[in-house]
T-cell receptor, first 110, second 115 residues
Framework: QKEVEQNSGPLSVPEGAIASLNCTYS??????FFWYRQYSGKSPELIMS????GDKEDGRFTAQLNKASQYVSLLIRDSQPSDSATYLC??????????FGKGTRLHILP | EADIYQTPRYLVIGTGKKITLECSQT?????MYWYQQDPGMELHLIHY???????EKGDLSSESTVSRIRTEHFPLTLESARPSHTSQYLC??????????????FGAGSRLTVL
């Protein structure tokens, strides 16, 4: 089992709808969780960080963490064409390293 | 505005050449990382450092080497480049503790093409 797993997509969502991105992780002691957005040919940029169970909202983005289920998700409300990118889930593991998932390609349909 | 700088941004060289990719950060971060990423593919950790004179190999085997003589500087070197080294190399760093703990900041990347 990979440490961080994501569906590679592509996930196609109509403009204005909610995009839901999911991620599971294997290391139960992980405490820090991140969502990065990466446009083609660019570096990853941080969208959200979350450290405790529950929801964390920032503008159109909501991160959700469930440590019991080892599950992290990212919701994007009112999806825009500019949200089309690859979204990387990342987890800080017990070895003090940040591990990235393979990423989910999101395509917002105009 | 990024506080982590990578040079060169683009490099095209011939097989057998020695190259060094530079990475510098002005945030005083102790932890620095090198990732390798092919187009459309996942990030692979190839080297990391937790401080001066500390370097470790990452999860993906790499023929490159790194050094950490100064906190702000973490260069990556390929002694003899080959076409298989063609890729994007991303440098990142993070600080310790506090809110925003362990958040990685990435440089713009160095895209290497070996002919």
């Amino acid at each position: 089992q990979k440490e961080v797993e994501q569906n590679s997509g592509p996930l196609s969502v109509p403009e204005g709808a909610i995009a839901s991105l999911n991620c599971t992780y294997s290391d139960r002691v992980s405490q820090s969780f991140f969502w990065y957005r990466q446009y083609s040919g660019k570096s990853p940029e941080l969208i959200m960080s979350i450290y405790s169970n529950g929801d964390k909202e920032d503008g159109r983005f909501t991160a959700q963490l469930n440590k019991a289920s080892q599950y992290v998700s990212l919701l994007i409300r009112d999806s825009q064409p500019s949200d089309s990118a690859t979204y990387l889930c990342a987890v800080w593991n017990r070895d003090d390293k940040i591990i990235f998932g393979k990423g989910t390609r999101l395509h917002i349909l105009p | 505005e990024a506080d982590i700088y990578q040079t060169p941004r683009y490099l095209v060289i011939g097989t057998g050449k020695k190259i060094t990719l530079e990475c510098s950060q002005t945030m005083g971060h102790d932890k620095m990382y090198w990732y390798q990423q092919d187009p459309g593919m996942e990030l692979h950790l190839i080297h990391y450092s937790y401080g001066v004179n500390s370097t470790e190999k990452g999860d993906l085997s790499s023929e490159s080497t790194v050094s950490r003589i100064r906190t702000e500087h973490f260069p990556l070197t390929l002694e003899s480049a080959r076409p298989s080294h063609t890729s994007q190399y991303l440098c990142a760093s993070t600080g310790q503790g506090g809110s925003g703990a362990n958040v990685l900041t990435f440089g713009a990347g160095s895209r290497l093409t070996v002919l």
